[in-house]
């Protein structure tokens, strides 16, 4: 049971993820992020850590791609217009490359065997709300803090980006009589 429900999480995964790719339009692009958001999220359910799950559909799929698409209607991205691919000789070789990473993925899957690392006995509380937070605010502080700031100068690079093209103006209000 929980092998299948492995591989239908999986797939949704890596499914949203090609769609992700494959997408002309920006916000269809970002939902299907969000869709891998969501499965991974399923994942981490299904290994037992259910407050990373709760964590990757609030903050990820929640807070982050809020600010995602709130940044691709500001910026106002539109669908790009079908034009023939100038470089004809990308798709074979991406086709090539595509196939020497499913090789290597089969390889993998079928070459290693059963891990014979043992867990160390303290990895009893991985996952769980204290030790996470725990780690967060002592060891870990210092790169969750410049996560922090590299978030706010994204949002302060998108405001000067749109308002360098001309849709904002400095003079902008939020209600228009």
């Known amino acids: 049971m929980l092998v299948l429900l492995f591989i ?9 993820a090609l769609a992700v790719v494959a997408q002309r339009n920006p916000l269809y692009s970002a939902i299907s992020l969000i869709g891998v958001f969501i499965s991974l999220a399923c ?10 799950a709760a964590v990757q559909v609030i903050v990820y799929a929640g807070a982050i791609m ?5 940044v691709i209607m500001l910026l106002n991205v539109e669908e790009e217009a079908h034009r023939r691919p100038r470089l004809k000789f990308l798709l ?12 290597e993925v089969a390889f993998i899957l079928v070459s290693v065997q059963e891990s014979r ?8 509380d991985v996952g769980l709300t204290q ?16 996560t922090s700031i590299l ?3 994204a949002i302060v690079g998108a405001m000067t980006l749109a308002r360098r093209g001309g849709l904002l103006s400095g003079n902008d209000k939020t209600r228009r009589d």
């Open 8 to 16: 239908l999480f999986a797939g949704m995964a890596i499914g949203c």
């Open 43 to 52: 994942l981490y359910v299904m290994l037992a850590a259910p407050f990373i």
């Open 66 to 70: 809020v600010l995602v698409v709130f």
């Open 92 to 103: 074979p070789v991406a086709i090539a490359l595509s196939a020497v990473l499913i090789a």
């Open 117 to 124: 690392i043992t867990p160390a006995s303290g990895s009893a």
């Open 131 to 146: 030790s996470i937070g725990s780690a967060l605010f002592t060891r870990y502080l210092l790169p969750f803090e410049i």
């Open 151 to 153: 978030l706010l100068m």
